[in-house]
């Protein structure tokens, strides 16, 4: 039922919502066909309650940042006696701001030097410009299907329309046509594609920017080969290679998927996982790079933000990074998605349903389309042309009839928290089962 015809609270609060903010929500892709309802009101640990009394078990987790699960106790004590004791002063510094740059230089192989934003879309941006001052460049590498934020460089060939595969796709207007034609999109797992951009245009290239496994498409795994390619076209040329690690980071090691893979960017973007949900994000890498923001009069690269390094998302940020330092976090939300993935392999292969499930660590999906396997999974957005968009949407839909929330959107991944629970993994494969059922029928 539209929210015009029914009188519940939830609906008559997203239709006031739908009266002062643009489509009724604050970002892209929180105003979901079928769900325009929900109205969020509490969330703790692995779940979440809406205004209409439903409560979910939360497999979407804000498109990943609660690794630790929705409040956690320690970093919701650590925010709050910030906020008490330290309010932010927007001049000098703190010893919170210096300690976590201290350890996130300790952590990840790129990072010598740091700067916090609030947005891993700001941290993007600042990896690009600083690139171009750097090396006085113009061009931008990115690959279809990678999202780096909102700002216009990056703004193009996420998830594409087939057709629109291979050209740019700018996913707003009102960018500069000189701006899209110094982006360079390239298809992700190409190392020949690479080589080639470099034989071509490799005097002109500032960066290349990718994530290392892009999740804004679900999961593509990244062949190791294609990562050292990126490693060894960049040095050559002179450019400087990006890792954007705002989802990876933190949340399949503590060291970024750099550790993981021994591929060492030249600059690195933080977010989401690094503070469990506050609005902190980071860039750090080379020293000599990130220098070239010193905020000396005069220095090439304007660096600013009212609330950078604000007390209490650093806070949130040390509480976070202790608690996954501390506790078996890792352990135990990779348990939990290898059982995810596993058991609903061996659903989906029961049910005669062609899906591969794939992912890394606590991220999940499964795209419905034949021909590829856990071991075998596909690798470039143009495999994922083949997935069955109306059953992954569908599914997710019928879900929620289970008290499950898995984002209904295509190609979306799902995340699994510390607060997860094998009882959480049971409910979870058999509400799926169902579903699944529901939106084949
Ligand atoms: N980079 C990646 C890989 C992301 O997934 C996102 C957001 O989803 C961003 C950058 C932008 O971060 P933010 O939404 O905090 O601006």
Request: net charge negative; with cysteine; aromatic share 6%.
């Amino acid at each position: 039922m539209s929210a015009e015809q029914d009188g519940t609270p939830a609906a008559r609060l997203a239709r006031r919502a739908r009266q002062v903010v643009p489509g009724g929500v604050n970002s892209g892709q929180r105003s979901i066909p079928g769900l325009t309802d929900l109205v969020v009101t509490g969330t703790a640990g692995a779940r979440f309650r809406t205004a209409d009394g439903r409560e979910f078990t939360d497999f979407h987790a804000a498109f990943g940042p609660p690794l630790l699960g929705h409040n956690d106790p320690d970093v919701a004590r650590a925010t709050e006696e910030a906020g008490r004791s330290l309010g932010h002063m927007g001049v000098g510094i703190t010893e919170g701001e210096v300690h976590l740059a201290e350890q996130l230089a300790e952590l990840i192989p790129s990072v010598e030097k740091l700067l916090l934003t609030s947005t891993g879309s700001e941290a993007t941006f600042h990896a690009l410009r600083v690139a171009r001052a750097a090396t006085g460049r113009r061009l931008i590498v990115k690959f279809q299907g990678c999202y780096h934020g909102w700002h216009d460089a990056v703004s193009l060939n996420v998830i594409s329309a087939p057709e629109k595969v291979g050209g740019h796709d700018p996913i707003s207007t009102g960018i500069l046509p000189e701006v899209l034609a110094a982006t360079l999109v390239l298809p992700f797992n190409d190392s020949e594609a690479v080589r080639s951009a470099f034989a071509e245009h490799g005097q002109d290239i500032a960066a290349v920017i990718v994530e290392p496994v892009p999740h804004n498409v679900g999961a593509l795994l990244p062949h190791q080969e294609f990562l050292r390619t990126l490693r060894e076209e960049t040095t050559k040329a002179g450019s400087v290679l990006v890792f954007d690690e705002v989802i990876t980071g933190f949340r399949h090691d503590l060291g970024g998927w750099q550790r993981i893979s021994g591929v060492t960017p030249d600059l690195t973007t933080l977010g989401k996982a690094i503070a469990n949900g506050a609005p902190v994000a980071a860039l750090g890498g080379r020293a000599d790079l990130m220098d070239l923001f010193s905020t000396t009069p005069g220095a090439p690269a304007f660096f600013a933000g009212t609330y950078n390094g604000h007390p209490s998302v650093v806070a949130a940020a040390l509480a976070t990074l202790r608690k996954l330092r501390e506790e078996p976090v890792h352990e135990h939300v990779f348990r939990l998605g290898d059982r995810v993935r596993r058991e609903l392999t061996a659903l989906y292969d029961r049910l005669g349903v062609p899906a591969v499930v794939t992912g890394y660590g606590s991220v999940f999906v499964t795209y419905f389309m034949p021909g590829f396997t856990p071991d075998a999974p596909p690798r470039t957005y143009r495999d994922l042309l083949a997935n069955d968009a109306s059953l992954f949407v569908g599914y997710r839909r019928h879900l929620t009839e289970h008290g499950l929330f898995e984002l209904p959107l295509n190609l979306k991944r799902s995340h699994i928290s510390y607060a997860h629970t094998d009882a959480d993994i049971d409910r979870l494969l058999e509400g799926t089962e169902a579903a699944v059922g529901a939106a084949l029928a």
